[in-house]
């Protein structure tokens, strides 16, 4: 089993920062891609920023120069620095990892039950 859980979300005014945070626990053989989508209400789920496990970055487009994902292989977290939050950030953030349990000989993609962000102007 493996359990992906968020930390950090809340309440913050515009121009604000918040810090996630997202522990990854279970049998897992290795990761491969962590990342961290959002959903706004009545819109899709969309990537937010991801990172590799050799380090290499891709951050959408909204929140370049924002925010900031990193990531600690050797306890298998993924954060992600947040700051001038805009009301238009505000959603559920969810965490991902595309990783590989032990016993599989594939990987697949996890989630978590997501984190609360709410920017109020």
């Known amino acids: 089993q493996v359990q992906l859980v968020e930390s950090g979300g809340g309440l913050v005014q515009a121009g604000g920062s918040l810090r996630l945070s997202c522990a990854a626990s279970?049998?897992?053989?290795?990761?491969?891609?962590m990342g961290w989508y959002r959903q706004a209400p009545g819109k899709q789920r969309e990537l937010v920023a991801i990172i590799t496990s050799g380090g290499s970055t891709n951050h959408a487009d909204s929140v370049k120069g924002r925010f900031t994902i990193s990531r600690d292989n050797a306890k298998n977290t993924v954060q992600m620095q947040m700051n001038s939050l805009k009301p238009e950030d505000t959603a559920v953030y969810y965490c991902n990892a595309n990783l590989r349990t032990t016993g599989q000989f594939y990987a697949k993609n996890y989630w978590g039950k997501g984190t609360l962000v709410t920017v109020s102007s």
């Open positions: 279970g049998s897992i053989f290795s990761i491969n891609v």
